[in-house]
């Protein structure tokens, strides 16, 4: 890359794009291919994460029961489903 600037763009449009594809066929697929059958999709449509680039609100567009994951402290104190 010529430059920060531009690495930065071009880094921030290669994350949306992966974040785009994974709703839209992931979870965008999914659930057209259930609505077919008459059946929602449920699922805890995953946000922002270290391991994967996706857009929380994005993904939850997508399923028809949206469900999020609360936690106190780190994983292993607990957590509850909302």
């Given at each position: 890359?010529?430059?920060?600037?531009?690495?930065?763009?071009?880094?921030?449009?290669?994350?949306?794009?992966?974040?785009?594809l994974?709703?839209?066929a992931?979870?965008g697929t999914?659930?057209?291919?259930?609505?077919?059958?008459?059946i929602?999709i449920?699922?805890?449509a995953?946000?922002?994460?270290?391991?994967?680039?996706?857009?929380?609100?994005?993904?939850?567009?997508?399923?028809?029961?949206?469900?999020?994951?609360?936690?106190?402290?780190?994983?292993?104190?607990?957590?509850?489903r909302?």
């Amino acid at each position: 890359m010529e430059s920060a600037d531009a690495s930065d763009r071009f880094l921030w449009d290669f994350r949306r794009t992966l974040a785009d594809l994974w709703a839209d066929a992931h979870y965008g697929t999914m659930a057209d291919k259930l609505r077919e059958d008459g059946i929602g999709i449920y699922a805890e449509a995953a946000g922002v994460s270290l391991e994967m680039p996706e857009d929380t609100l994005l993904n939850k567009s997508k399923v028809e029961i949206r469900t999020i994951l609360i936690t106190k402290g780190n994983y292993n104190d607990g957590y509850a489903r909302v």
